[in-house]
């Protein structure tokens, strides 16, 4: 590649432009792998180009290697340029120490009080610029830093446009002066962040950000999920890193001050190279989610449950008058309708009713989030009959999945204090979200156990799948996380919905649903101790 673009004399200033973007670059991501001879060609081959290049594209150049600088003998060569383009450079490179004590002979003073400015380099090379003594640091010019690359005024001040009168020594004083007096205030306490803005490398390494604390993000990666509470990102967006797509609204966890730390929401867009199309990464911007997007385990204002309940009211009526028309066109009620039209609407019916059950689900879910008390239900349910007919229900799913359920009883019987639509409904979206995380050919195994027949408790245990088993109880509960990694990859209402519904169902009828390391169980009531006591009165008598 680097003999490819030797050979070839731009022939313009535009095919310049290209030849000076791809040595850089080449030089940037490989230039520890090559030979002395082409880094020697290719470094005079830039003193060449130098003159013909516009400066601002230089600085871009410079702006798109710095923040993943790791070639000494490049960032020497930018290091070099005019105080606009090393500055940029001199910013952000990151080189071992052992570099940078080579690289400081051959830099200037401008770029000496650059690498001055920074707190982040090794100690020995802080005491070699030291070293050099104060004559040897320039202090930037402030117009030119004001043009390439504001900072904030917390951390430099603001370079005023100089005014007829005083001279520049004493606007100079002035600033210093202002610069100090803003240094010595004590640190007053930051409000959280809103928002923060990001960029990766192709690798999904986070390596620039601005609005929060650079240690808060700079390394975390996007290209793989990060379990157990640990900093990082959610499953939708390493699912979508892999396919080179548009991540909306993932899940970041951040560690850190009060003010960075916690639950971020960012969308990103990836970019490539114009001149190569080589995927350079990712672009994104963060904010804090809002109320509706982590419900579970927040205190929820007390119209919430009317909300959501009218935009049920809401949906119930288009909803409605679909499905009605296609009954009317299936069941050809005006008179002979084509087959095809016929089976178009009897889709229709069927997918209506699906969007019913949800909707169904959604209500129920805001019904239970209210926390009224209400008397513990004394309907007497055979809840092993309410497993087999679920588990015949799902038969199709099962053979749409490719997923095979084997439930096996333990004890008996299985009569539960619950409701006979609550308990079809704990069970069915139950065991509905697990097979719709299962891999394709894989086993549900579960069991229906009774353990005494004074046991309080009825239970019904379901084995992690094998796309779930590590993954903690905050994912699981999570309406963001996806054991695919993609969002199209889980259930509609997302298993963490359908996990809180069925714990809420259960708490309505004095059981819950416990999330442990190896299965989810569901603990109803059980009826055995009351049948048994029944028994034996009518025996006594």
């Known amino acids: 590649m680097i003999a490819t673009i030797l050979r070839q004399a731009p022939a313009d200033r535009r095919a310049s432009i290209v030849a000076w973007r791809q040595l850089t670059d080449i030089l940037a991501q490989r230039g520890n792998q090559l030979g002395d001879a082409d880094i020697r060609r290719s470094l005079h081959a830039l003193a060449v180009l130098r003159p013909d290049i516009p400066e601002t594209v230089r600085r871009d150049c410079a702006r798109a290697i710095a923040r993943h600088g790791r070639f000494a003998p490049l960032v020497a060569f930018y290091a070099n340029d005019v105080p606009a383009v090393s500055a940029i450079m001199l910013r952000d490179a990151r080189l071992p120490e052992a570099d940078w004590l080579a690289l400081l002979p051959a830099t200037g003073a401008m770029a000496r ?29 402030p117009a030119t830093m004001a043009q390439d690359d504001p900072v904030p005024a917390t951390e430099m001040p603001v370079a005023a446009e100089a005014e007829a009168g005083p001279s520049q020594i004493s606007e100079l004083v002035r600033r210093i002066d202002k610069y100090q007096s803003t240094r010595s205030q004590p640190d007053l306490p930051r409000a959280p962040r809103a928002a923060f803005l990001f960029e990766t490398g192709a690798d999904g390494v986070i390596h620039w950000v601005d609005g929060v604390t650079r240690g808060a993000v700079i390394g975390l990666s996007i290209a793989e999920a990060a379990f157990g509470g640990e900093p990082g990102t959610d499953g939708v967006a390493a699912g979508a890193f892999r396919q080179r797509a548009e991540i909306i609204n993932a899940r970041m966890l951040l560690e850190g001050t009060p003010a960075e730390a916690g639950e971020w929401r960012f969308s990103a867009l990836p970019w490539f190279d114009p001149a190569t199309g080589q995927f350079r990464g990712y672009r994104a911007s963060a904010r804090r989610p809002q109320r509706n997007e982590t419900p579970y385990g927040r205190t929820a204002s007390e119209d919430s449950g009317d909300s959501i309940r009218q935009l049920i009211h809401e949906l119930r009526s288009p909803l409605n008058a679909i499905s009605g028309f296609a009954q009317i066109i299936s069941g050809q009620m005006f008179g002979p309708v084509n087959q095809s039209y016929r089976a178009m609407a009897e889709t229709i019916v069927a997918d209506a009713a699906s969007v019913q059950s949800i909707i169904d689900d959604l209500e129920t879910a805001a019904r239970t989030s209210v926390a009224v008390a209400a008397p513990l239900p004394e309907e007497v349910v055979d809840i092993g009959a309410i497993v087999t007919q679920v588990e015949s229900d799902l038969a199709a799913l099962l053979a749409d999945q490719r997923v095979d359920l084997s439930i096996s009883r333990v004890g008996g019987p299985f009569l539960g204090l619950a409701g006979d639509a609550a308990t079809r409904r704990m069970v069915g979206r139950l065991l509905t979200a697990l097979i719709d995380v299962s891999e394709p050919g894989a086993i549900l195994v579960g069991q229906l156990v009774t353990e005494s027949r004074h046991d309080d408790m009825l239970q019904l245990r379901i084995v992690r799948p094998a796309t779930i088993r590590f993954a903690t109880a905050a994912d699981l509960l999570d309406p963001g996380f996806s054991p695919e990694g993609e969002a199209p990859g889980a259930a509609v209402l997302s298993l963490g919905f359908s996990l809180r519904l069925v714990d809420s169902l259960a708490r309505g009828c004095g059981g819950r649903l416990d999330i442990g390391h190896n299965a989810l169980t569901l603990h109803l009531p059980s009826a055995n101790s009351k049948a048994e006591v029944g028994l034996e009165v009518q025996q006594g008598e």
């Open 113 to 141: 009080s650059v690498l001055a400015g920074r707190r982040d380099l090794p100690r020995a090379v802080t005491r070699a610029l030291a070293s050099l003594g104060s004559g040897s640091v320039a202090l930037p010019q």
